[in-house]
T-cell receptor
Framework: DGGITQSPKYLFRKEGQNVTLSCEQN?????MYWYRQDPGQGLRLIYY???????QKGDIAEGYSVSREKKESFPLTVTSAQKNPTAFYLC????????????FGPGTRLTVL | GQSLEQPSEVTAVEGAIVQINCTYQ??????LSWYQQHDGGAPTFLSY????GLEETGRFSSFLSRSDSYGYLLLQELQMKDSASYFC????????????FGKGTRLSVIA
């Protein structure tokens, strides 16, 4: 089955610790995205990558970092510099230029204690 | 810059029809997408309109008026499982850019 996987589903961390969220896709999609969702809010873009070894900041990139060493993988690190990291994090991918359909992973709910 | 406006909440009765509106302001325009998200779940793609008019997919339809910068999602024969949040989204600026999402409309279907 093709799709996007995110792990873990729930993650707890102490304040001040960096944490890395995993995102893997086997859809052979070029573009990948990270969104953050807070309760009752829409999806806000953190980072995105259109090709391997390249990525761009989204609207709320401060306190986050990413890498794109492989087409299939786009991990997100939430650093201690992120002031309010508790949120639901969604990874998505898109095939290419001609489609608007983004496929989302199941999400990771991060709670910082 | 861009902005998308949609109502925050809508309540409708099972079996009825409900319309969720979305107005947008963008620097350019490719098309309007709609996504559904159940509580705790991932958003899933519902529909996409690039041209004016109505697109129908089963119980769901989506409409676009480019001249009015307006679209809506129409859900017919509502079922309890349709209770979810619905997001409109655009690519702005047009091109190989990420989708920008509205804040979502929470639909509650009641018996």
């Amino acid at each position: 089955d093709g799709g996007i996987t995110q792990s873990p589903k729930y993650l707890f961390r102490k304040e001040g610790q960096n944490v890395t969220l995993s995102c893997e896709q086997n859809l052979n999609h070029d573009a990948m995205y990270w969104y953050r969702q807070d309760p009752g809010q829409g999806l806000r873009l953190i980072y995105y990558s259109q090709i391997v070894n390249d990525f761009q900041k989204g609207d709320i990139a401060e306190g986050y970092s990413v890498s794109r060493e492989k087409k299939e993988s786009f991990p997100l690190t939430v650093t201690s510099a992120q002031k309010n990291p508790t949120a639901f994090y969604l990874c998505a991918s898109r095939r290419g230029l001609d489609v608007d359909t983004q496929y989302f992973g199941p999400g990771t709910r991060l709670t910082v204690l | 810059g861009q902005s998308l406006e949609q109502p925050s909440e809508v309540t409708a009765v099972e079996g009825a029809i409900v319309q969720i509106n979305c107005t947008y302001q963008t620097s350019g325009f490719y098309g309007l997408s709609w996504y559904q998200q159940h509580d705790g779940g991932a958003p899933t793609f519902l529909s996409y309109n690039a041209l004016d008019g109505l697109e129908e997919t089963g119980r769901f339809s989506s409409f676009l008026s480019r001249s009015d910068s307006y679209g809506y999602l129409l859900l017919q024969e509502l079922q309890m499982k349709d209770s979810a949040s619905y997001f409109c989204a655009v690519r702005d600026p047009p091109g190989n850019t990420p989708l920008v999402f509205g804040k979502g409309t929470r639909l509650s279907v009641i018996a």
